[in-house]
């Protein structure tokens, strides 16, 4: 059996007991041990075979490692998981028009999105076009007044300041009428993306896309700056081919550019599976090198004072390049990437970490009224599949994050949508609006049969994912149809939610021997989730409430021992009132554990994720 058929078959929720017997948790999840019987067989021969530790074994087998793949698994590289750049599709023609680019000294322009991965994306591209001595143009749109993507205007702005090729990065699959302007002006256009992609394509140079459905790379799961390596892998090698390096040219370090790569697939969200696992491992050591200046001077800024993990990309230093894009100027983040000058990184690293702390007020605001709302749609109607909630108050560049918090507080999609304001009552106007799904259901899909139908003015995404803009009065139409288009698979993963556990620990086994144990079987994230362990019968000896939104506990065993715990925005939520009204009776906890220095002392403390009581059980 492949590695992806047995994944499929250890991703069903089959008939099993449920672990501790909890079957309602404090946030309605059924918890279920995550290595299935199937897998202990395979557990116990990785163990036995490779010479590891017991709980390694079950945290690999339980992921659907296979006992051969172990070695790649523990130590991922680029040469033993990326394969040749030209299975992808029209890759050799894009290798082909960047090393003319190079070769005839063309000026270019590099179109990115408005996200790390964008920002990412344009640093990568614009970084080697430098290295061959080509100074690029980095366009990144205003999220608020341009959106997403290309635009005619654009366009014509980066023909007229003279580029002979625009790469679109993040960005383009879908983007018919401003690429067809580049072309009419006689601009060459390579588009680089990961987005979904319709059958029809635009008409330019290349479109190196592992999510076009003429692709049969495999490679769908990169996010843009994993294609975009793979594109300057091809362009470099084309150059090597034609005799460019050798005479005051040396070739591009392009695995010392790795870490916006790591930076970029843990910020996508993307599964970290196959090459996207050696991308952020490789890309984590680089990062330790502190080389990339615009990098160095946002760690600084956020006052980071330890080795990066994949914490820090997806929580430190993520929000705060995304915060320019959200509430700033929009090209800040591609710029500090590509930065060699300490003082202007430096500057701009602070102004981040300044709009990353309003973008928070902005969110808290958002986040009440937007809960507000979802709580008297959910008790006029408990089993609404999908919420939709919009003001003309909201910020554009926080609905995104605001959906997030609505679908992980109410365990369904949701869709938050950013009016324009209308005074004139005639309820017109458009509304931008940024979609979140739980695992089951395929929001982008969804979205795009609703652009297709003709009931939104755009809209694209991924299964988790979605974006989209809609008029005033299509509004209705178009949130019955998201709503009946996700109503079966939507009530069947509610149905169905578990939360899985990959054992029971006290505090008395928790040790920087167990996380460096962990640590082997990493880097964790989307398609490789942390491991989560459950301490069984804890009392909570100490409970605060941190701030306006979290909870801080210390659990105690029947030895004894302790360990320190937080549950984020847990506050007013069911698990936050488990968590600060036990009474002193023992609760199961369940959480991932985390390794933290902080002022010099290094401790490893609980992130809690849910809560049952063993009374209220079975």
């Not at 999840?29 to 074994?57: C, D, K, M, V, Y």
């Not at 079966?488 to 029971?504: E, K, P, Q, V």
């Not at 100490?542 to 029947?558: C, D, N, S």
């Not at 002193?584 to 906890?589: N, S």
Request: contains cysteine; neutral net charge; charged residues 20%.
């Amino acid at each position: 059996m492949s590695a992806a058929a047995r994944r499929k078959a250890t991703s069903s929720n089959d008939a099993v007991a449920p672990f501790l017997g909890v079957g309602n948790s404090a946030r309605g999840f059924q918890w279920r041990e995550r290595l299935q019987a199937g897998q202990r067989n395979t557990a116990l021969a990785i163990s036995q075979r490779h010479g590891l530790p017991e709980l390694l074994g079950r945290v690999l087998a339980a992921r659907g490692v296979g006992i051969d793949e172990v070695p790649v698994v523990l130590e991922p590289t680029i040469k033993a998981l990326m394969p040749d750049p030209s299975v992808l599709k029209d890759m050799d023609t894009a290798a082909h028009r960047l090393a003319d680019a190079v070769g005839k000294r063309q000026p270019v322009a590099v179109f990115g999105d408005y996200d790390v991965d964008g920002a990412c994306s344009s640093a990568l591209m614009a970084r080697w076009l430098g290295h061959h001595g080509v100074k690029a143009r980095i366009y990144i749109p205003d999220r608020i007044f341009e959106g997403y993507g290309p635009n005619p205007a654009a366009i014509e702005t980066l023909v007229a300041e003279g580029a002979r090729l625009i790469v679109t990065v993040d960005c383009g699959t879908t983007s018919f009428e401003p690429l067809a302007v580049a072309r009419k002006l006689g601009t060459d256009v390579i588009v680089i993306d990961h987005h979904q992609a319709d059958e029809r394509l635009p008409d330019v140079a290349a479109v190196v896309n592992p999510n076009r459905q003429d692709d049969i790379s495999g490679l769908g799961h990169l996010c843009a700056a994993g294609v975009t390596f793979m594109t300057l892998v091809a362009a470099t090698r084309e150059l090597r081919r034609r005799g460019a390096y050798g005479q005051g040219l040396a070739e591009p370090p392009l695995l010392g550019m790795l870490d916006l790569v790591a930076l970029a697939t843990v910020c996508d969200v993307v599964p970290l599976q196959g090459l996207n696992r050696a991308y952020v491992t490789r890309g984590l050591a680089v990062m330790r090198q502190r080389e990339n200046i615009g990098l160095r001077a946002l760690s600084d800024a956020a006052g980071l004072n330890q080795p990066p993990t994949t914490y820090t990309l997806g929580f430190v230093l993520g929000p705060r390049i995304n915060a320019g894009g959200r509430i700033g100027d929009a090209a800040l983040g591609a710029r500090l990437l590509t930065f060699e000058d300490e003082g202007e990184a430096a500057r701009i690293a602070v102004q981040l970490d300044k709009l990353n702390r309003e973008r928070k007020t902005i969110e808290t605001d958002m986040l009440a009224a937007a809960l507000a709302e979802a709580e008297t749609m959910v008790a006029a109607e408990p089993t609404l599949p999908l919420l939709m909630v919009g003001s003309e108050h909201y910020h554009k560049g926080v609905v995104g994050l605001v959906s997030s918090r609505l679908t992980e507080r109410f365990q369904r999609p949701s869709c938050v949508i950013a009016w324009e304001k209308d005074g004139s009552g005639s309820g017109k106007g458009q509304g931008t609006g940024s979609l979140r799904s739980i695992a089951g259901v395929d929001i982008g899909s969804a979205v795009r049969a609703a652009t297709a139908a003709g009931l939104l003015v755009k809209g694209g995404g991924h299964a988790m994912a979605a974006g989209l803009t809609v008029e005033r009065g299509r509004l209705d139409a178009a949130r019955g149809f998201l709503i009946e288009s996700v109503r079966a698979a939507a009530g069947a993963a509610r149905s169905t939610a578990t939360l899985d556990i990959d054992g029971a620990l006290t505090p008395a086994a928790v040790n920087n021997k167990l996380i460096d144990l962990i640590e082997q079987a990493g880097p964790y994230g989307q398609g490789n989730p942390q491991p989560r362990f459950v301490f069984p019968a804890h009392r909570i000896k100490f409970a605060k409430v941190m701030g306006e939104a979290h909870v801080r506990v210390t659990l105690e065993a029947g030895d004894a021992s302790k360990i320190d715990g937080i549950a984020f925005r847990a506050v007013g939520q069911p698990l936050g009132e488990v968590l600060l009204g036990t009474g002193g009776m023992p609760i199961h906890v369940a959480g991932t554990l985390r390794r933290d220095s902080w002022g010099g002392r290094e401790k490893i403390e609980l992130m809690i994720d849910d809560a049952a009581d063993p009374r209220q059980q079975g």
